[in-house]
C-alpha cells in the first residue's frame, strides 16, 4: 500500500517551462526527502526537510514541507533537459529511520 | 570514497530457485536499507539494520525473504523458493543512521529476473 502519492505521474514539458511536482499523505512525517533517479542507478538525495512549512532552495528546485507535515511540493523554475528523471519523495515515520516512499513523477524535459 | 556497490548487477534464476544478493555499504555507515522497487514504482521498503541488527523487518514480504549483516557491514538479502512475482529491482542504501538528515546513499541495485 503506498501511503505517499504523487502527482502527476508523467510529466513532459518543454525546455524553459515551470512545473510542480506534489506528494500527498494522510499520514504525519518527521521529515521528508526528495530523491532523482535515472535509469540503471539508485535514487539520489536532493533535499531533506524537517520542520513544517519549511522552503528549501535548490538552485532552480524549490521545496516545501507542508504546516502539517503531510505533504511536499517540489517546484522547478525554467526546466532543462537535463532535469529529466524520475522524482521521489520519501517519508520519515515519527523519527524511526523507516522510509516510504512516493509512487514517483516522470519527469521529460524535451529540447 | 567508494559509494555502496551490489552484486551482482543482475541476477536471473528459474522460479523455485534460491538467491543471495549482496551489498557493500558506505564504509562506517551504521545503517543499511533493503528496499525493493517493481517497474515504473517507487521504493519499496524491505529491511532496516542498525549495526548488525534488523531494527525494523515489517517490510519483508512474507517467511521466504531474510536479510543478515553479520558484522555491522556487508548485507545479504536472500530470497528461498524464488516466485515469479519477485522479479524487481532490489536496491541497496547506507547511511550515518542519525536523526535529522539521515541522508540515504543509493547503490545502483540488483536486477532480479524470475522465469
Known amino acids: 500500500t503506498q501511503l505517499l502519492e504523487q502527482s502527476p505521474q508523467f510529466l513532459s514539458i518543454q525546455e524553459g517551462e515551470n512545473l510542480t511536482v506534489y506528494c500527498n499523505s494522510s499520514?504525519?512525517?518527521?521529515?521528508l526527502q526528495w530523491y532523482r533517479q535515472e535509469p540503471g542507478e539508485g535514487p539520489v538525495l536532493l533535499v531533506t526537510v524537517v520542520t513544517g512549512g519549511e522552503v528549501k532552495k535548490l538552485k532552480r528546485l524549490t521545496f516545501q514541507f507542508g504546516d502539517a507535515r503531510k505533504d511536499s511540493s517540489l517546484h522547478i523554475t525554467a526546466a532543462q533537459t537535463g532535469d529529466t528523471g524520475l522524482y521521489l519523495c520519501?517519508?520519515?515515520?515519527?523519527?524511526?529511520?523507516?522510509?516510504?516512499f512516493g509512487t514517483g513523477t516522470r519527469l521529460k524535459v524535451l529540447a | 570514497g567508494a559509494g555502496v556497490s551490489q552484486t551482482p548487477s543482475n541476477k536471473v534464476t528459474e522460479k523455485g530457485k534460491y538467491v543471495e544478493l549482496r551489498c557493500d555499504p558506505i564504509s562506517g555507515h551504521t545503517a543499511l536499507y533493503w528496499y525493493r522497487q517493481s517497474l515504473g514504482q517507487g521504493p519499496e521498503f524491505l529491511i532496516y539494520?542498525?549495526?548488525?541488527?534488523?531494527?525494523?523487518d515489517s517490510g519483508l514480504p512474507n517467511d521466504r525473504f531474510f536479510a543478515v549483516r553479520p558484522e555491522g557491514s556487508v548485507s545479504t538479502l536472500k530470497i528461498q523458493r524464488t516466485e515469479r512475482g519477485d522479479s524487481a529491482v532490489y536496491l541497496c542504501?547506507?547511511?550515518?543512521?542519525?536523526?535529522?538528515?539521515?541522508?540515504?546513499?543509493f547503490g545502483p541495485g540488483t536486477r532480479l529476473t524470475v522465469l
Open positions: 520519501a517519508g520519515e515515520w515519527s523519527g524511526t529511520y523507516k522510509y516510504i
Open positions: 542504501a547506507s547511511s550515518w543512521g542519525s536523526k535529522g538528515y539521515n541522508e540515504q546513499f
Open positions: 539494520f542498525q549495526g548488525t541488527g534488523a531494527a525494523d
Open positions: 499520514s504525519v512525517f518527521s521529515s
